[in-house]
């Protein structure tokens, strides 16, 4: 039985949404509240795609490590001795306690709860007293490896062990993006956030410029003409658009002028882009700030935002303070985005709700909506 036919009578149909995109509605409330659905969501997009877990100089020395939860299966991503980046399960082999925990640098990794031993490759080194359990074999307990590799310096692990490369999965992205060298900046700032609101809404947000001259309108809004908007959707569910905007700062000026490799791009460059299933790229011709999206419940998502500059900035006596104030101009706009997707939750629990057309302006939205239905399946 499809998911759709177990929910409410009627709710399966999804025809308004698969139409034309002039005659095309939002989807309706139940997928961004219901728990099966969310579970749906796990199983065919998050343990089948490629995730990024953060920068690869967050875990810049061997003994590096950090532990993480990707909808509520535990992992940790640790640099060898050899200077290797791998990720294996954050489950005891003995009885499944987490090793880890948050970050820092280790030699090795102790299960807190009868010391179990692992190196930084998740290999067994040591269990107590299990010399005298029959058939124990080390080799056999080995911390569960997941796939691990890297973009531009962003770290990416996969649960699915028949996934195609990540050089294949990110190839559009890397055509579109290559340009900007984020193997050539480093990470100045980093920004956490939880937010009350499905992770569809984020992802559906940071990619809806019909709100931007309204919400954003005091902050960067008022320097972007949607008019002008190209967008180059992708049938993977991702998109690109290069556009003007000014810098993202209090004053519209440039604190650093262009990064080096895009010394040839006027100072109103701008771009935005998304490689599904929660990868987004925003930046301006003289920084990049992409946001990683978290589902942590069906109505509970964590937004962890990046700020990246040039790594010969980082030498400059004020970078700091400079890097400050554009983290701080963000946090404003991310702030501005919390109130109204929060709000886009609790609209969905109204007995009132009923989804709305789409504006021309959200054609990236309806090619993404359309996506999402054929990856999860609901109206299969």
Not at 13 to 22: E, G, K, P, V, Y
Not at 68 to 84: C, F, H, S, Y
Not at 345 to 371: A, V
């Amino acid at each position: 039985m499809a998911v759709s036919e177990a929910l409410a009578p009627g709710n399966g149909d999804f025809s308004s949404t698969r139409d034309a995109l002039h005659k095309a509605r939002h989807l309706p409330g139940y997928v961004y509240t219901s728990p099966e659905i969310y579970q749906l969501e796990k199983e065919k997009i998050f343990m089948k795609d490629w995730l990024c877990v953060g920068r690869m100089e967050e875990i810049e020395n061997p003994g590096d490590y950090m532990a993480l939860r990707i909808m509520d299966e535990p992992i940790v991503v640790a640099r060898d001795n050899d200077g290797k980046v791998g990720a294996f399960a954050n489950v005891c082999k003995h009885r499944g306690v987490e090793v880890a925990s948050g970050s820092g640098n280790t030699k090795e990794f102790s299960c807190p709860y009868h010391g179990w031993l692992y190196d930084l490759q998740g290999r067994l080194v040591g269990a107590p007293y299990m010399k005298e359990a029959a058939g124990f074999d080390p080799k056999s307990c080995r911390l569960t490896p997941l796939r691990c590799d890297q973009w531009r310096g962003w770290m990416f692990v996969n649960f699915d062990a028949d996934a195609v490369p990540l050089a294949e999965f990110a190839a559009e992205y890397e055509k579109e993006f290559a340009f900007l060298h984020h193997e050539k900046t480093r990470l100045a700032t980093k920004h956490v956030v939880d937010l009350d609101c499905n992770w569809k809404f984020v992802v559906e947000n940071v990619q809806d410029f019909y709100h931007v001259q309204v919400l954003h309108l005091d902050t960067f809004g008022g320097h972007i003409n949607i008019d002008d908007f190209v967008f180059n959707v992708k049938e993977n569910g991702g998109f690109s658009s290069f556009y003007d905007a000014a810098p993202d700062t209090p004053d519209s000026k440039s604190l650093f002028g262009q990064m080096p490799w895009l010394a040839d791009k006027p100072m109103s460059f701008a771009y935005t882009g998304y490689l599904p299933p929660h990868f987004h790229m925003f930046g301006r011709v003289d920084e990049s700030h992409p946001m990683v999206i978290w589902p942590l419940a069906p109505d509970k998502t964590r937004i962890i935002v990046y700020h990246v500059f040039p790594a010969e900035h980082f030498s400059q006596p004020d970078f700091v303070d400079k890097a400050k104030i554009y983290h701080d101009f963000l946090v404003k706009v991310v702030e501005e985005d919390r109130e109204m997707v929060n709000s886009l939750q609790r609209g969905m629990n109204s007995r009132m709700f009923e989804p709305g057309p789409l504006s021309r302006m959200e054609i990236n939205l309806h090619s993404l909506l359309n996506y999402y239905l054929d990856r999860v399946g609901l109206d299969a």
